[in-house]
């Protein structure tokens, strides 16, 4: 089975930087993409960032490029989101996802599995 497991939320003041990590296990190949998504109370679940599955392509929503990087451990399932500048309107919840398949690295709608999430929170 496919457990996808975020780590490294935290609180920091506005300015200052988070590391968030994503281990999958259960699955024997790579997959084609691995993303960051977040979610705010009372908002939808939006895009942060996706890799594909060698890390020759990135993706990232507007409102964090030159801020945050998406990375990935070669041979292994693993993704990181490196957060710096963060801001208040970072704050949310933090989930890492998985898809099986090339196509839509940005659409919530594509990924398959999904971790249970890691809490960010930016103070001013």
């Known amino acids: 089975q496919v457990q996808l497991v975020e780590s490294g939320g935290g609180s920091v003041q506005a300015g200052g930087s988070l590391r968030l990590s994503c281990a999958a296990s259960?699955?024997?190949?790579?997959?084609?993409?691995m993303g960051w998504f977040r979610q705010a109370p009372g908002k939808e679940r939006e895009a942060v960032a996706a890799?594909?599955?060698?890390?020759?392509?990135?993706y990232y929503a507007d409102s964090v490029k030159g801020h945050f990087t998406i990375s990935r451990d070669g041979g292994a399932n693993t993704a990181y989101l490196q957060m710096h500048t963060l801001r208040p309107e970072d704050t949310a919840m933090y989930f890492c996802?998985?898809?099986?398949?090339?196509?839509?690295?940005?659409?919530?709608?594509?990924?398959?599995?999904w971790g249970q999430g890691t809490q960010v929170t930016v103070s001013s």
């Open positions: 890799i594909s599955h060698g890390g020759g392509s990135t």
């Open positions: 259960g699955y024997s190949y790579s997959f084609p993409y």
């Open positions: 996802a998985a898809a099986l398949r090339f196509g839509y690295p940005l659409r919530t709608s594509h990924y398959t599995y």
